[in-house]
C-alpha cells in the first residue's frame, strides 16, 4: 500500500472520517468549518499533518501513518490556520491569519498574517518573524515560504520592509535559533521574488500599477537588477 493511501487509512481509523452515504446536510452546515482539512504529508511519508475542527476546538494534528497514533497536537484555535508544510521530517510550520481591528488601519480593519514553527522534537510551538528588523508592521501576507537552505534548518520568507514606503523583501528564517535576517530588500514596485536552490535571489517581479508596467529581472545574490528579461 502507498504511503499516501497508507496515510488517509490512518487519518480515518483515528479520527473516525469514514464516507458513508446520508441526507443532505442542514443549509446551517454549510457556514461550518470542515472537521478534517489542510492535510500534508512530511518528506519521508512516514508522518501527517492536518487541522482538526472537533468539539469546538481547532487542531493543529501530527500522525505516524504506519503506527496509525497521534504523535503531538497544538492548540490553534485562536489563529485560524490557512496552510499547513512540512520544512523537515520534525519541523511544521503553520500558516495562520486573523482580522485585526484599529483606527490606524483604513477601512477599520485588515487581514494579518503570521506563521508559526512547530518543532515535533520539542513539542514546542513558537510564532516566527517577531525578531525581524525594519518588518513593516500593517501587512498580510506573512507566512509564505518561497525556499529553503539545504544545508541548514532556514526558510526564506517574503515580507514588506520599512515604516515609509515599503517594499517585499526576503528574510532567511532560522527555524533552530529562530533568527530572522534581512537578506535583500526590493524595489518599491517589487511583487515576488523566485530564488535558486540555495535560497539566494535569482528573479525579481516588479509591477508599477500606476504606468501598467511589468518587469521581471535577473539579479545578483543580493538581489541587485542583472538583466532585464521581461517588459
Not at 64 to 76: G, H, M, S, Y
Not at 105 to 112: A, D, I, K, N
Not at 155 to 176: K, T
Amino acid at each position: 500500500m502507498s504511503r499516501m493511501k497508507s496515510a488517509i487509512v490512518a487519518w480515518g481509523c483515528l479520527l473516525g472520517a469514514a464516507a458513508t452515504a446520508q441526507e443532505l446536510p442542514p443549509l446551517e452546515a454549510y457556514g461550518r468549518l470542515p472537521e478534517y482539512g489542510l492535510y500534508q504529508q512530511s518528506p519521508s511519508g512516514k508522518l501527517a499533518a492536518a487541522r482538526v475542527v472537533k468539539g469546538g476546538r481547532d487542531m493543529l494534528a501530527i500522525v505516524d501513518v504506519d503506527k496509525r497514533e497521534f504523535v503531538t497536537a497544538a492548540d490553534a484555535t485562536r489563529v485560524n490556520p490557512r496552510g499547513i508544510e512540512f520544512v523537515e521530517e520534525d519541523k511544521v510550520v503553520l500558516v495562520a491569519g486573523q482580522t485585526v481591528h484599529g483606527y490606524i488601519v483604513l477601512g477599520g480593519s485588515y487581514y494579518y498574517g503570521h506563521a508559526y514553527s512547530m518543532d515535533l522534537a520539542r513539542n514546542d510551538v513558537r510564532p516566527l518573524m517577531t525578531r525581524a528588523k525594519r518588518l513593516y508592521m500593517l501587512q498580510s501576507g506573512l507566512g509564505n515560504i518561497v525556499g529553503r537552505d539545504p544545508e541548514s534548518q532556514t526558510i526564506y520568507m517574503p515580507a514588506y520592509v520599512g515604516s515609509v514606503n515599503p517594499s517585499l523583501g526576503i528574510y532567511a528564517v532560522s527555524l533552530d535559533r529562530r533568527r530572522e535576517n534581512l537578506v535583500t530588500r526590493g524595489k518599491v514596485h517589487t511583487i515576488d521574488w523566485f530564488l535558486d536552490t540555495d535560497g539566494k535571489p535569482l528573479v525579481r517581479e516588479d509591477f508599477d500599477d500606476n504606468k501598467n508596467v511589468h518587469r521581471i529581472w535577473l539579479v545578483d545574490k543580493n538581489g541587485a537588477n542583472q538583466k532585464l528579461l521581461y517588459e
